[in-house]
């Protein structure tokens, strides 16, 4: 059974406090990693997809890596409006399957 | 680019009303569109696809005849949630994947853009 597991389930953080979220995932046949933002009482806004092991996609102060097991979301320096709750998606046949999410909440 | 619209954003109902919530891709056209619900503090839960033309994939355990979903046309999908009842409430969202070669906007065709939500409450 495909499965998605996001850790930790909450992250405090000090503005400039770099640091890294994890999204550890099992499933018959990757066809995709996503991360997505999601604000409270909104839709998920995404940030990246990552395809292959070794791949590495950036987009300001957040960078997405991915292995054959897991992918990581690190924020470096990161700033108030960086607070969010961070999703992860495999695709999962067509689908997207969501871990529970990484809420991050950085103080000035 | 990508824009995803959900309308409304906020609705409240009475027990046993129906509700309709609509899902259009703005600026893209979205042969397949996908119905979430997020409970409270949760991650969000595939409800059903819907693919242009034909019915609704429903996900094991999601009644289709409470939760009926219409995808007349490219860029609009609707759910209609049929003799609302307080557990229903929940935060409702759509997502829309562009087609295979379609606009420059996105890079994949795998990716989903998702809607602002609907926040649906009966009472």
């Known amino acids: 059974e495909d499965q998605v597991t996001q850790s930790p389930e909450a992250l405090r953080l000090q503005e400039g406090e770099s640091s890294s979220l994890n999204c550890s995932y099992t499933?018959?046949?990757?066809?995709?990693l996503f991360w997505y933002r999601q604000d409270p009482g909104k839709g998920p806004e995404f940030l990246f997809t990552l395809y292959s092991a070794g791949e590495e996609k950036e987009k300001e102060r957040l960078k997405a890596t991915l292995t054959k097991k897991e992918s990581f979301l690190h924020i470096t320096a990161p700033k108030p409006e960086d607070s969010a709750t961070y999703l992860c998606?495999?695709?999962?046949?067509?689908?997207?399957?969501f871990g529970a999410g990484t809420q991050v909440v950085v103080t000035p | 680019g990508a824009v995803v619209s959900q309308h409304p954003s906020r609705v409240i109902c009475k027990s046993g009303t129906s509700v309709k919530i609509e899902c259009r891709s703005l600026d893209f056209q979205a042969t397949t569109m996908f119905w979430y619900r997020q409970f409270p503090k949760q991650s969000l839960m595939l409800m059903a696809t819907?693919?242009?033309?034909?019915?609704?994939?429903?996900e094991q355990g999601v009644e289709k005849d409470k939760f009926l979903i219409n995808h007349a046309s490219l860029t609009l999908s609707t759910l209609t949630v049929t003799s609302a009842h307080p557990e229903d409430s929940s935060f409702y969202i759509c997502?829309?994947?562009?087609?295979?070669?379609?606009?420059?906007?996105?890079?994949?065709?795998?990716?989903?853009?998702f809607g602002p939500g609907t926040r649906l409450t009966v009472l």
């Open positions: 499933v018959s046949g990757l066809r995709g």
């Open positions: 819907s693919n242009e033309g034909s019915k609704a994939t429903y």
């Open positions: 998606a495999v695709d999962s046949w067509g689908k997207l399957q």
């Open positions: 997502s829309a994947k562009d087609r295979t070669g379609g606009t420059k906007i996105v890079s994949s065709y795998n990716e989903q853009f």
